[in-house]
């Protein structure tokens, strides 16, 4: 029986699963999650966050989560697995951050010591002590800036498959070559999180897959390289500081000595890392197109499977390399969990109490844009909650009126990804609440089902280890890896309320016209709001 592990290292925690595969016989033999802020208090986060004061601002310790990769791999090591069996690791990692390392960085990652913690040995690698991560909104000008570059947003977009975003990768570049041109030069080599803790693991300077390297307005997607323009456009001298991009299924190496000697793991074969959402992607089973999944987690996110590109030139959505070879559209929200839990705390709830003011709660009140931060989708640079209706009213209208929001946010935003949403496969923390899936029902008029294992993106990241090692072509059958991890369960399933989503189905135009209006884009939306408010039905 041979085991594969995949690690996930998110926005607030690093998480691992081990699968076994033999034949027919396939099981998930480890999953386990360590939270930054609480594993690792001396480094201040919040949510995986370092201290901030501007809300654009959004950054996180590369030394953190190479710690928090220690850590894992210690734990794993004492699980009791036999892990002489492990045939192969990979690795998924929250998108776009970028880690800064100066000319000690690869001597450093080739002789790391098995008797000394990695976190002490790599201290002094860092060109820059904090990354930039995908909550950081701060670069608009930067955006302009290589947007006006490359030709325009049309040609940005259709080229490397998403116009200007200001988390991006390409952009964050540009703001710390403007802002720090020393600490630029002093760069030797620029990573994704995905490529840097893959790096660590294989002992040497690893290469980036597409999946990730589609979100840095860097790359282009038709040949999957670099796009000299959009280079030119970022910083100068930028491609030699940017490793390779290899297809997903590449072997970049194995576990180095440094793990071979401290935790007595073998030399299994390291795969190349990828984002979270292009494993989650494996991970929820979609290695054809037709289907989404939502993804609950800090951030929320909504894909699929592409064949063949179809990009989203002036709105919110992305397209990504696939770790399938294929593509993937991806919509992603700021304001997800965190909101969630901002609500929850500031009305004194619990998940439990929470989930029964919605339950206990129709449609049809107030609607509030939970704008708490700067959000993604759709572009809100300055953040605030925006309220439209009745006001005063009770806590259990702010919960109904926070999730409808959130689920129908996603469903307006998705429609650019022109699939016909009828199933749902449902993941990331919160979609352990089944009140906020049946939500997610009825506003997508979509069965919502619930897949055996919670954690998609590392599970994702197991079962590219699987492919990768198991298939001599990097074109190995899929869906005979994914199968027995990935199917969604079926006593899980939620089925839409027809008169709810009847109901949500013009709600939705209302909720369209308070978001047009709030970004200034259209009229004052309480004749519609009113109109439709009279048609609120006893949903009881
Ligand atoms: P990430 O991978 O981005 O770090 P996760 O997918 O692990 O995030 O999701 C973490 C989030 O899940 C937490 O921030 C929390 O708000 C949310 N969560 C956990 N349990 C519940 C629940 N029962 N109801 C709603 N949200 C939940
Ligand atoms: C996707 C995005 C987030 C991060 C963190 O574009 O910004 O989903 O990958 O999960």
């Not at 592990?5 to 925690?13: A, E, H, V, Y």
């Not at 850590?71 to 036999?82: H, K, P, Y």
């Not at 008797?115 to 670069?139: C, G, H, K, Y």
């Not at 009745?390 to 929001?405: F, I, Q």
Request: glycine residues 10%; hydrophobic residues 40%.
């Amino acid at each position: 029986m041979a085991l594969y592990l995949g690690l996930d290292s998110s926005t607030q925690s690093v998480t691992a699963v081990v699968i076994a595969i033999e034949g027919d016989t396939r099981q998930m033999v480890l999953e386990s999650s360590l939270s930054f802020d609480e594993a690792l208090p001396h480094y201040g986060t919040a949510h995986g966050v370092l201290p901030r004061t501007d809300p654009r601002i959004a950054t996180s310790s590369p030394l953190m989560w190479a710690e928090a990769l220690d850590v894992m791999m210690a734990r794993i090591a004492r699980s009791g697995l036999e892990l002489g069996r492990l045939a192969a690791v990979s690795g998924s990692a929250q998108q776009h951050g970028s880690v800064y390392l100066n000319s000690s960085w690869v001597d450093v990652v080739q002789t790391l010591d098995g008797s000394r913690p990695l976190a002490d040995q790599i201290r002094n690698v860092f060109a820059r002590d904090e990354s930039p991560i995908w909550m950081d909104s701060s670069t608009a000008e930067e955006c302009a800036e290589i947007t006006a570059a490359v030709g325009g947003e049309h040609v940005l977009a259709r080229r490397t498959g998403s116009r200007a975003f200001e988390r991006f990768t390409g952009p964050q570049i540009r703001r710390f070559f403007k802002q720090s041109p020393e600490g630029y030069g002093a760069t030797d080599r620029i990573h994704l999180v995905s490529s840097f803790l893959a790096s660590l693991l294989s002992g040497h300077d690893a290469p980036l897959d597409p999946g990730d390297a589609s979100g840095m307005n860097l790359m282009d997607l038709a040949s999957r390289d670099w796009w000299p323009e959009a280079l030119d456009a970022t910083a100068p001298g930028l491609h030699a500081k940017l490793a390779r991009i290899v297809p997903s299924s590449t072997v970049v190496g194995t576990l180095s000595p440094y793990w071979q000697q401290r935790y007595g793991l073998p030399a299994a074969k390291v795969i190349a890392w990828s984002g979270d959402n292009p494993c989650s992607l494996i991970g929820t089973g979609l290695v054809k197109e037709g289907r989404v999944a939502v993804s609950l987690g800090t951030s929320d996110t909504v894909f699929g499977l592409m064949r063949e590109p179809r990009v989203d030139v002036t709105g919110t959505g992305h397209v990504f390399g696939a770790p399938t070879g294929d593509y993937m559209g991806l919509t992603c929200f700021q304001n997800g969990s965190l909101a969630r839990e901002r609500v929850r705390d500031d009305l004194g709830l619990n998940w439990k109490s929470f989930s029964q003011a919605l339950d206990s709660t129709p449609p049809g009140g107030p609607v509030v844009l939970p704008w708490f931060e700067p959000e993604i989708t759709p572009a809100v640079p300055v953040p605030g909650v925006r309220r439209y209706g009745v006001s005063g009213t009770s806590p259990e209208a702010n919960v109904r009126a926070l999730v409808d929001a959130q689920m129908m946010s996603m469903a307006l935003h998705s429609q650019w990804m022109g699939v016909r949403i009828d199933t749902i496969h449902a993941t990331g923390g919160a979609a352990a609440n089944r009140s906020i899936l049946q939500t997610m029902a009825d506003v997508f008029g979509a069965d919502v089902y619930e897949l055996s294992v919670g954690n998609s993106a590392a599970l994702g990241a197991a079962l590219r280890a699987a492919h990768a090692e198991s298939s001599a072509e990097p074109a190995g059958d899929w869906e005979d890896v994914i199968r027995g991890f990935t199917e969604p369960i079926a006593r899980t399933r939620l089925e839409p309320d027809r008169r709810r989503h009847a109901f949500y189905r013009d709600w939705i135009r209302v909720y369209g016209a308070c978001e047009a209006h709030a970004l200034g884009r259209g009229p004052d939306p309480e004749p519609l709001l009113e109109q439709l408010r009279g048609r609120v039905t006893d949903f009881s």
